[in-house]
């Protein structure tokens, strides 16, 4: 099983980016379909966005389709979360996620648990009005 550390939060105005990482710090990623989970305080995780090993497909809540692109640097054993004009309603701690069932399709990432497959330890991102 592979390790995860998120960087890249931090608090930004609303209309605001920023570009979340996250970085295998044991294992290799290419093999795996990756997620990006968000958690706000009081509310039950979800799922953000999803992408494929190859980084040819991709998938995103509606919440933030058009907003937020996934993608993925396998060379750097890295995936990436851009997200650019940023609500209030964005503010959550964000975790990235592979999946016990390493080549899970990503339309199935939704149904992953805290306690199945591999979770970071998340970054907070705060947007503010």
């Known amino acids: 099983q592979v390790q995860l550390v998120e960087s890249g939060g931090g608090l930004v105005q609303a209309g605001g980016s920023l570009r979340l990482a996250c970085a295998a710090s044991t294992g290799t990623l290419s093999h795996y379909t990756m997620g990006w989970f968000r958690q706000a305080p009081g509310k039950e995780r979800e799922f953000v966005a999803g992408i494929t090993g190859g980084g040819m497909t991709t998938h995103y809540s509606d919440a933030v389709k058009g907003r937020f692109t996934v993608s993925r640097d396998n060379a750097k054993n890295t995936v990436y979360l851009q997200m650019i004009s940023l609500k209030p309603e964005d503010t959550a701690v964000y975790y990235c996620?592979?999946?016990?069932?390493?080549?899970?399709?990503?339309?199935?990432?939704?149904?992953?648990?805290?306690?199945?497959?591999?979770w970071g330890q998340g970054t907070q991102v705060t947007v503010s009005s």
């Open positions: 996620a592979a999946p016990r069932q390493m080549w899970m399709p990503v339309q199935a990432l939704g149904t992953m648990k805290s306690d199945s497959g591999s």
